[in-house]
């Protein structure tokens, strides 16, 4: 049921997308999900360009994480189709990669044997992949642990093991699911800048679900600001600052206008 | 590092400490007040006893130890295959399941006659009591671990568009290892039970045939000597499984392994 359908596009080792803005990508075109007779998302449709990063930005439970697993072909929408390089969403897919609110490593597995998962799962040649898994490792700074289980590192660092796992079979899109909300606040600051780092040097279209409203202004080309009961887009701001961005560019007034932007957003949905 | 050993050492230390003081305290008062060998024997007859007869012991309990493995092993087989059909059968999970569970409260043990009318008094009996009564808690421990998986986990993994079988071995199967191993502890405590009993029913060999024969005879030095036989043995397989389970389950930190009393 899964694999025959999902695989159709996947076309291999492919050369990176054209860098910076390319066509869209990922298209979702009147996605409705009702669990019953709760209706979670009313009606979304939006593009995702080649290479962008774009953030669903909303309260909890505004059903922002539902539509990052139906994009993962988890879930089959109610009603509207998705569709990634034109290509309607049916299961999941092999040009996907998921990164999950908490890092979900295989405890009896090496933070290396965690990365290779995927490969085993795609039935990838282990050995072609190895190189640039610890490539991946040596990008998110983690390298050297590459022989400890989980259980030996810290919550940042299982995080950081969790993205090179949905980065190792070389996905054009990468999906991340609040990746971050479990981390403290010095750490959270840490993997935006780091993850800021690694999506620049491999260019994936990311979608990132956060109700942060500073960790998507930081990190995103593009933030999609979503209300709650039932989910609907009620704004959509591009956020221009020049990268890579440090953290201290939160401090700026221009970051803070597009933070209060975003603010005013979200409560003019609360108050109606 | 030496601070772990030297806890380790404690954990070991602590529990012969007492043994020790127990059996002396046991010696003392035996002889102090005089208490006749039939009633109880001091613990220096009883180690005198199976110097003596270990050549009669070990004819009885090398048959027991046979029939409790393999009963145990019989039962961690039969168990993970029935817990697999749990996992995989909507039917068998929903009907047979809480059948099993539900039968947890039998007790096992008062089945032993009938298994005598059935199968005669031969080791056939012992071995399907001894299988019969580790069964349930290896069958119900492997089912809990491969069903506890992290929904989270299970979505990775299909997210990477793993199959059933992948995700079996390469995710349910490792998940429940720690059960398996918490289930055969029980189990091989439990085998031994059953081929004892089975043994005080009818038999005419095994450590339980010994214990009720010394009893007959009020050699109770003798009985004494095969009752610690046989918990020796218990405990020698039980270490057994503990050894294998740390060496198997090494992603688990070892703080339980020694024991709570570490703290």
Redesign the interface.
């Known amino acids: 049921m899964?694999?025959d359908s999902?695989?159709q596009q996947s076309d291999g080792m492919r050369p990176a997308a054209g860098r910076g803005r390319g066509g869209a990508i990922v298209r979702i075109a009147g996605v409705k999900k009702a669990f019953g007779e709760v209706e979670a998302i009313r009606q979304l449709s939006f593009e995702v360009a080649d290479g962008e990063f774009l953030s669903l930005l909303g309260p909890s439970g505004c059903g922002k994480s539902t539509l990052l697993?139906m994009i993962?072909?988890?879930i089959d929408p109610t009603a509207g189709e998705i569709r990634i390089k034109d290509a309607k969403v049916a299961?999941?897919?092999?040009e996907?990669?998921?990164v999950?609110?908490?890092p979900?490593l295989?405890?009896?597995r090496t933070v290396l044997q965690n990365v290779l998962?995927?490969i085993?799962?795609?039935k990838l040649p282990r050995r072609q992949y190895e190189p640039r898994a610890m490539d991946l490792l040596r990008m998110a700074k983690i390298d050297e642990f590459s022989g400890l289980?989980p259980?030996q590192l810290s919550g940042g660092m299982r995080q950081r093991v969790a993205i090179c796992r949905a980065l190792v079979?070389d996905p054009s899109i990468l999906l991340m699911d609040e990746p971050f909300s479990a981390l403290d606040a010095i750490t959270r600051d840490e993997m935006a800048v780091e993850l800021q780092r690694i999506w620049q040097a491999n260019r994936k279209t990311v979608i990132f679900v956060t109700h942060s409203i500073r960790e998507a202004a930081f990190l995103s080309d593009r933030v999609l600001v979503m209300a709650r009961r039932p989910a609907t887009i009620i704004d959509e701001l591009p956020i221009d600052l020049p990268r890579p961005r440090a953290i201290a560019v939160t401090e700026d007034e221009v970051f803070n206008r597009l933070v209060r932007h975003l603010r005013n957003a979200i409560e003019a949905s609360h108050a109606e | 590092m030496r601070n772990s050993i030297a806890k380790r050492a404690a954990a070991i230390g602590w529990p012969i400490l007492v043994t020790v003081l127990i059996l002396l305290a046991w010696e003392i008062s035996v002889r102090a007040l005089g208490i006749r060998s039939i009633i109880l024997p001091p613990p220096s007859a009883v180690f005198a006893a199976m110097a003596e007869r270990h050549d009669l012991l070990l004819t009885h309990l090398w048959p027991s130890l046979y029939l409790t493995v393999l009963g145990f092993a019989l039962s961690v087989v039969g168990g993970i295959f029935v817990a697999v059909l749990i996992t995989y059968s909507e039917i068998v999970r929903k009907g047979f399941y809480p059948v099993i569970v539900v039968s947890q409260v039998i007790p096992k043990i008062s089945i032993a006659p009938l298994f005598i009318v059935w199968f005669g008094t031969g080791t056939l009996s012992s071995l399907l009591l001894a299988f019969l009564v580790a069964f349930f808690p290896m069958t119900i421990n492997a089912a809990m671990g491969f069903e506890s998986i992290d929904e989270d986990i299970h979505r990775m993994a299909r997210t990477f568009m793993g199959s059933r079988w992948q995700i079996f071995w390469k995710i349910r199967m490792p998940n429940a290892l720690p059960y398996i191993f918490g289930g055969m502890k029980i189990s091989i405590t439990l085998a031994i039970i059953g081929v004892i009993v089975s043994e005080f029913v009818a038999s005419q060999e095994g450590i339980g045939y010994l214990i009720k024969l010394a009893g007959g005879l009020l050699d109770t030095p003798l009985m004494l000597a095969a009752i610690t036989a046989l918990s020796v043995s218990g405990l020698a397989l039980y270490a057994i499984i503990a050894g294998v389970e740390s060496w198997a389950v090494y992603w688990q930190p070892p703080s339980d392994a020694v024991g709570a009393g570490g703290g």
Do not use: D
Not at chain 1, 91 to 94: I, K, N, T
């Open positions: 899964r694999a999902a695989v697993m993962a072909g988890l299961g999941p897919r092999r996907v990669g998921v999950f609110q908490s979900v295989l405890p009896w998962f995927p085993e799962l795609l289980l259980r079979h």
